[in-house]
């Protein structure tokens, strides 16, 4: 085998670094064989586009428990040891620091293997972790992160080079993808309706996503423009205290939570302003989707969407409620596609593409 990718699980929490994973892979040589291990179990449809994937199950008591659980770690890193030597990969792609941690001391033995470490998020590392990295040898294990400002932050902790590995998203292929603005909004169960403006969130119901600074926000923008509607599309625990707050603020029959869906990257047209509140990002695929697909952005500023925007255009400095009602009224009054226009630009999806292309068909040489 050519290339094995270990991550750490599989379902809607991990679709997006799965997606991105899918899009390193492809950029292996033509004819190599590829493979996705998961450490758990759960849904990894992305990772079924470039090759075969394989789960362990394990549980995360098994993966980091102490006492009995230690002991079935042994055995099982003994079984995955196995899986290693029978699949003997030229390049191991890792997961972030907790499939590393995991997958590491394993490999140390495996001479001939060149490892290749993706951090997605910043994380302070644990002084375990960061002895692991370094005493691994330096010409096997590469360290990339997804964003130069990560790969900073990391090399500060580490000592050691990490490379900052942009992630892009390839623009043609997702502008041909997109459905029309009405199937769009059928597609999330949505009424279709001629007037009235239609602003969107895109994020794992979490409080970190911020999505109740976006209720308390926009209320008042949804209760003077009764036409208008948020909808906010995915799932997670906050779901019935978002729906509250939305009762509470009496704008409950303007705000729609159709749950996780699937082909949501396809369906940004049904949008005429997509916030993103996050209080933290690692990847933040959502806001180079959302320009490529020609729909303007409100986020915080976060040094991802600095970095991908290459300034701060629609960038708000502050996560505080009246901040975000007065961004939101001055653009929802102004011309958003002016905004779309100037973060098209910043992002340049082309040319972004073809850095990221080059970078990591590079590392999987």
């Known amino acids: 085998m050519d290339i094995l990718n270990i991550m750490w699980g599989g379902g809607p929490a991990f679709v997006s670094v799965h997606k991105v994973h899918r899009e390193i892979l492809r950029f292996g040589e033509p004819g190599a064989s590829i493979s996705s291990l998961l450490l758990q179990g759960g849904e990894a449809g992305a990772l079924a586009e470039v090759g075969e994937v394989s789960c362990l199950e394990l549980s995360s008591a098994r993966i980091k428990g102490r006492g009995l659980n230690a002991l079935r770690r042994w055995f099982d890193r003994r079984r995955l040891a196995a899986v290693l030597v029978s699949h003997q990969p030229r390049v191991v792609l890792l997961d972030g620091i907790g499939v590393a941690a995991y997958v590491l001391p394993i490999l140390s033995a495996l001479s001939e293997v060149r490892v290749i470490a993706l951090f997605h998020g910043h994380k302070r590392l644990r002084p375990d972790q960061v002895r692991l990295l370094q005493r691994f040898p330096a010409d096997r294990?590469?360290?990339?992160?997804?964003?130069?400002?990560?790969?900073?932050?990391?090399?500060?902790?580490?000592?050691?080079?990490?490379?900052?590995?942009?992630?892009?998203?390839?623009?043609?292929?997702?502008?041909?993808?997109?459905?029309?603005?009405?199937?769009?909004?059928?597609?999330?169960?949505?009424?279709?309706?001629?007037?009235?403006?239609?602003?969107?969130?895109?994020?794992?119901?979490?409080?970190?996503?911020?999505?109740?600074?976006?209720?308390?926000?926009?209320?008042?923008?949804?209760?003077?423009?009764?036409?208008?509607?948020?909808?906010?599309?995915?799932?997670?625990?906050?779901?019935?205290?978002?729906?509250?707050?939305?009762?509470?603020?009496?704008?409950?029959?303007?705000?729609?939570?159709?749950?996780?869906?699937?082909?949501?990257?396809?369906?940004?047209?049904?949008?005429?302003?997509?916030?993103?509140?996050?209080?933290?990002?690692?990847?933040?695929?959502?806001?180079?989707?959302?320009?490529?697909?020609?729909?303007?952005?409100?986020?915080?500023?976060?040094?991802?969407?600095?970095?991908?925007?290459?300034?701060?255009?629609?960038?708000?400095?502050?996560?505080?409620?009246?901040?975000w009602e007065v961004a939101l009224h001055q653009h929802l009054q102004g011309d958003l596609a002016a905004l779309a226009q100037a973060q098209q630009q910043g992002l340049d999806p082309e040319g972004a593409w073809l850095r990221f292309s080059e970078s990591y068909r590079a590392l999987l040489r």
């Not at 997804?146 to 502008?175: C, F, K, M, W």
């Not at 041909?176 to 603005?181: E, F, M, W, Y």
């Not at 009235?196 to 926000?217: N, Q």
């Open 141 to 323: 294990l590469q360290l990339v992160a997804v964003s130069e400002t990560l790969a900073g932050d990391l090399e500060r902790q580490v000592g050691r080079s990490v490379l900052g590995g942009r992630i892009a998203l390839e623009p043609t292929t997702l502008r041909a993808s997109l459905k029309s603005r009405e199937d769009a909004q059928r597609a999330l169960g949505l009424p279709v309706v001629a007037t009235g403006r239609t602003i969107g969130a895109v994020g794992r119901l979490v409080a970190e996503k911020g999505f109740a600074l976006l209720i308390e926000a926009v209320a008042g923008w949804l209760k003077a423009h009764p036409g208008d509607r948020l909808v906010i599309v995915g799932e997670g625990p906050e779901r019935e205290a978002l729906l509250a707050l939305a009762q509470r603020l009496g704008v409950v029959d303007q705000v729609f939570l159709p749950g996780h869906v699937a082909e949501a990257p396809r369906l940004y047209q049904a949008f005429d302003l997509l916030c993103i509140p996050s209080r933290q990002e690692g990847l933040g695929l959502v806001l180079p989707e959302a320009v490529i697909a020609g729909i303007p952005v409100l986020a915080t500023d976060l040094p991802v969407f600095r970095e991908q925007l290459a300034g701060d255009c629609g960038l708000l400095a502050s996560d505080r409620k009246d901040a």
